[in-house]
């Protein structure tokens, strides 16, 4: 039976490659912790982004260091807001908090909203995939609904939640659920027929079949919609947060737009960016440990 | 004695839109309780869907297939099958891969303690026991195909179903299995229906063998007893007038009187 064709290059990102086990030579050499050989190899990986980092704060500086620029330059940044670059975990009363806190707030309304569109993903996903028309009637439908940005549903979760907090949460859900669905139903029109048959001679029943064959044959696939979707669901979050208010990451970047505190904008930026990046190699990670072994036959 | 295994009649037309193949026509075929049958034919004669019909994967479109004169028409434990290319589980261990048949099958019926002693003894049976921590990718090809036979032996089949078990192992690893099947065989005395392509492995292992016609519409052209006394011993056959005239009578059959015709297909 043949895949029908999703026209995507950006949801689905083909199976998730786990690394191959690579067979290391217990006796072969006498093991002498390599100090030099270490810090070689460290130098290496951190030593080019940092130089780099350092020309262009040293270009930002440059061309902002005029007193009418309309933006401030690192000097500046480090003036106004060292307090929240330097300590992320402090607290001086209800709104003065450090960035920390703030992106652990919104870390939990990530969590909510990416978890509820992985588990509702990977079950509608696996709905999907089992069969040719229901693929074929709704992937069109989601390759469109996967490009609305998050901003463009927060009228209209507002007006079906009328509560600021259920509506946050929808729209990281429906933000990051699409490639989760795409993914997995894609994942399980994969599943070679031998393990479909292997399941029919023994009998198992949907549930069996379910999470002991279906799962595991698609978590490859699974885990590339996941890490897509976790991407798009920390994407989402400042629009989310611009209705919730309160402490979240998202909120302190719109409150300090209205209070015209860019340096604190920026600081804000930076956290967003690190946190996305080891969220999207937490995803990396748990795919590495659970699809080991499935990739590779 | 009404026959353990019986194919009556069987007739198998695959249509996809309106184009239609007649795959099988008409097979008729009696197989005794302990029996060891090959079937041999050419590539795309429809083999392995005689097997599938059996197994119950593939519906019958004509006759019907009777396993101690009841119809079987949805694959089952009763009919393990060794698949062409060992399917196993990849994500799982041998052991895990063994066990997902056991816990199923014997839900019940088993205690745990027994259900890991049973896995075991499937496991040496194939001499796998060394591997049971080991992934599918981390063997080789004839120990996947060992790790697939002890997985369809802990079932429990009346029927063991091996779809060209050794077709994709060397020689040399081939023959020790064939090896080893003959002694599984002779000690629990399953009944096994094997597909080959290998005339020597069907006249070493067999008590019948099942020739076929060429396709479209195969039919089963003759059907030779091999009247060899057990144990057999690979190398005192070598010469053996009777095994050498059964071994002609296959080649014969296929290459002379059913010549593969590409234009078949
Ligand atoms: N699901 C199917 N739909 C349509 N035709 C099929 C289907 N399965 C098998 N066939 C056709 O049936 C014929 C027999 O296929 P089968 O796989 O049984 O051959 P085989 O004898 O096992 O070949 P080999 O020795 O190469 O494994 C082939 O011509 C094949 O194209
Ligand atoms: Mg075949």
New binding site residues.
């Given amino acids: 039976m043949s895949l029908p064709v999703i026209k995507s290059d950006v949801v689905v990102a083909g199976p998730f490659k786990p690394r191959p086990a690579t067979v290391v030579p217990l006796a072969a050499q006498p093991r002498r912790f390599d100090l030099r050989g270490l810090a070689i190899k460290v130098a290496q990986s951190v030593l080019p982004p940092i130089v780099v980092l350092a020309i262009l704060l040293g270009l930002w500086q440059i061309a902002f260091s005029d007193p009418n620029s309309s933006l401030p330059p690192p000097s500046e940044v480090w003036a106004q807001s060292r307090d929240l670059i330097v300590s992320p975990f402090f607290e001086n009363g209800d709104q003065d908090i450090g960035l920390g806190w703030r992106v652990l707030v919104s870390l939990e309304r990530v969590a909510y909203g990416f978890g509820l569109a992985a588990i509702v993903g990977v079950l509608v996903g696996a709905l999907i995939g089992q069969s040719v028309w229901a693929m074929r009637g709704l992937d069109p439908i989601f390759q469109v609904l996967r490009t609305v940005p998050p901003l463009a549903w927060l009228p209209l979760s507002l007006a079906a939640f009328l509560d600021s907090r259920p509506s946050a949460i929808f729209v990281i859900f429906i933000t990051s659920i699409w490639p989760v669905i795409i993914n997995t139903a894609v994942g399980i029109r994969n599943i070679p027929q031998d393990y479909r048959n292997v399941a029919q001679v023994l009998r198992l029943n949907h549930i069996e079949f379910f999470y002991k064959i279906m799962v595991p044959a698609a978590a490859p696939y699974i885990f590339s919609g996941l890490k897509i979707g976790v991407g798009l669901s920390w994407l989402a979050i400042v629009a989310a947060e611009m209705l919730t208010g309160g402490v979240g990451i998202g909120f302190f970047i719109w409150d300090a737009w209205n209070s015209s505190r860019l340096t604190d904008i920026i600081v804000a930026l930076v956290y967003i960016g690190l946190v996305g990046f080891m969220l999207d190699k937490l995803v990396s990670f748990l795919g590495a440990l659970v699809t080991r072994g499935t990739a590779s036959n | 004695m009404s026959a353990y295994l019986k194919l009556d009649h069987i007739g198998k037309t695959?249509t996809?839109g309106s184009a239609s193949?007649e795959?099988l026509r008409d097979i008729r075929l009696t197989i005794d309780k302990g029996e060891y049958v090959s079937i041999i034919?050419h590539?795309?004669?429809?083999?392995?869907?005689l097997l599938n019909l059996v197994a119950g994967l593939t519906q019958v479109s004509q006759g019907a297939v009777l396993l101690e004169n009841q119809e079987v028409n949805s694959p089952g434990p009763d009919r393990a099958v060794v698949f062409?290319n060992h399917s196993l589980l990849p994500w799982l261990t041998v052991y895990e891969n063994v066990n997902l048949a056991v816990s199923k099958v014997f839900a019940g019926r088993k205690t745990k303690a027994e259900r890991h002693d049973w896995i075991m003894e499937n496991l040496t049976l194939v001499q796998m026991a060394h591997a049971t921590d080991k992934r599918p990718s981390e063997i080789s090809g004839g120990m996947k195909q060992r790790v697939g036979i002890a997985r369809a032996l802990a079932m429990e089949p009346k029927i063991l179903l091996l779809d060209?078990p050794f077709g994709a192992l060397d020689a040399l690893t081939r023959a020790h299995l064939q090896d080893q099947m003959m002694e599984i065989h002779a000690r629990l005395g399953n009944t096994i229906i094997m597909?080959t392509?290998d005339v020597d492995e069907a006249v070493l292992l067999s008590d019948r063998i099942v020739m076929m016609t060429n396709?479209p519409a195969a039919r089963i052209g003759e059907v030779l007893d091999v009247p060899l006394p057990r144990p057999r011993h690979r190398i005192a056959l070598a010469s053996d007038r009777t095994y050498l005239k059964c071994r002609e009578a296959v080649l014969k059959f296929l290459y002379e009187r059913h010549r593969f015709v590409e234009a078949a297909e």
Avoid: L, P, Y
Wanted: charged share 20%; net charge positive; proline share 0%.
């Fill in positions: 695959f996809r193949t795959v034919g590539s795309g004669c429809g083999k392995s869907t062409q060209e597909i392509h396709g």
